[in-house]
């Protein structure tokens, strides 16, 4: 298991990092029994079950939004985009009046809602999906400077979409260890999450407070 990740390698894009980390979810829950499906979670009203249900793509949605933006609308293609990096999409979700906490909600009674409504298995099938070669290739081909409208952020590039879909699917995947073990999350994928959560913040404060020099008020950079 994991063996999709070879951290000699010190160039993998992010892309690889996500479909890396798309093929540990799908390994992972291939294995899981009954009883580790209904496991809890440290996220709060979360078994392992709502948690594949939050973090599980939907191939077709994914490819939709990559390819031709939000609501089908044409994907941008000239000019600058709002946000170019992941930082500065996290940093915008958690503002004081950020998405991730007026909207943290409604993501954890979709991720309930999604986990009733589906087996475990398809919740595997969706990571399986988007993993499959055929598919895998189309979405490589995305383009990583590609600017796609966003309804919150106005638009995006799919490069910082990617560097948040590898931080997202990192931290959860910790949190899927941390309630049924399993090997450790893999390093090439927690370093280059911990670049971009790193990113989100005052760089003088982050580093005061890891060196031991300021408070832990900065801490939690993300929720």
Do not use: C, K
């Not at 998405?99 to 009674?109: C, G, I, K, M, R």
């Not at 600017?147 to 638009?155: A, E, K, N």
């Amino acid at each position: 298991m994991d063996d999709v990740f070879d951290d000699t390698e010190s160039d993998r894009s992010d892309g690889d990092l996500v479909h890396g980390l798309w093929t540990t979810w799908a390994e992972r829950g291939a294995t899981l029994t009954a009883a580790q499906w209904s496991t809890p979670t440290r996220l709060a009203g979360w078994t392992v079950r709502e948690l594949y249900a939050h973090v599980a793509p939907v191939p077709d949605e994914l490819l939709g939004f990559l390819s031709a933006g939000v609501d089908g609308r044409a994907a941008v293609t000239d000019g600058r985009a709002a946000v170019t990096d992941g930082a500065g999409i996290l940093r915008a979700y958690n503002r004081a009046d950020g998405l991730a906490s007026a909207a943290a909600p409604a993501v954890a009674d979709a991720a309930v809602r999604t986990a009733a409504a589906l087996s475990t298995a398809d919740l595997v099938d969706r990571f399986r999906g988007v993993t499959e070669p055929s598919f895998a290739a189309r979405l490589r081909a995305v383009p990583p400077d590609r600017v796609v409208g966003h309804p919150v952020l106005g638009s995006v590039t799919v490069a910082a979409l990617l560097e948040v879909a590898v931080m997202e699917q990192t931290v959860h995947l910790l949190d899927l260890i941390a309630a049924v073990g399993g090997p450790a999350a893999p390093a090439a994928a927690v370093r280059r999450s911990l670049q971009v959560v790193a990113a989100v913040a005052d760089p003088v404060g982050l580093l005061e407070v890891l060196t031991g020099r300021g408070g832990t008020s900065l801490l939690p950079v993300i929720r």
